[in-house]
Nanobody, 128 residues
C-alpha cells in the first residue's frame, strides 16, 4: 500500500521561507491525482492550505496563505511542492500532503473528505 511522505519542514524565523515536498513511497504516480496540503496547529483542527489538480493547471489556496504559499508539481521527479514564504508564527503547524484517490480530476478542493491517502506530516515552526 503506497503512502505519501512529506519533507522540508523545520524551524524558521518570521518572514522566512521553506519548501515542503510530498513524495510517494512506491510506484504511485502523483501526476494522476489531485494533491492537497493541509496543516494542523496545536489545539486546532486540521485545515486545508492548498491543492493542485491532476493536470497541474488548477490550484486552490486558503485565504490565509494566498500570495505567500505556492503549490507546484515536478512530474519528472514525482513530487509536489509547497513553497511557503513570508512565514508568520500563525503558520506553525504540522503540514500534511494527501491525495484524492480519484484520478484525472479537473478541479481540486480543500475539503479533507476528498482525500484518501495521507502522509505522516512535517513540522513547520515559525519563531524568533
Amino acid at each position: 500500500q503506497w503512502q505519501l511522505v512529506e519533507s522540508g519542514g523545520g524551524l524558521v524565523q518570521p518572514g522566512g521561507s521553506l519548501r515542503l515536498s510530498c513524495a510517494a513511497s512506491s510506484d504511485f504516480t502523483l501526476a494522476y491525482y489531485n494533491i492537497g496540503w493541509f496543516r494542523q496547529a496545536p489545539g486546532k483542527e486540521r485545515e486545508g492550505v492548498s491543492c493542485i489538480n491532476s493536470i497541474g493547471g488548477t490550484t486552490n489556496y486558503a485565504d490565509s496563505v494566498k500570495g505567500r504559499f505556492t503549490i507546484s508539481r515536478d512530474n519528472a521527479k514525482n513530487l509536489v511542492y509547497l513553497q511557503v514564504n513570508r512565514l508568520e508564527p500563525g503558520d506553525t503547524a504540522v503540514y500534511y500532503c494527501a491525495a484524492d484517490p480519484r484520478p484525472h480530476q479537473t478541479l481540486c478542493r480543500l475539503g479533507q473528505g476528498e482525500y484518501g491517502h495521507w502522509g505522516q506530516g512535517t513540522q513547520v515552526t515559525v519563531s524568533s
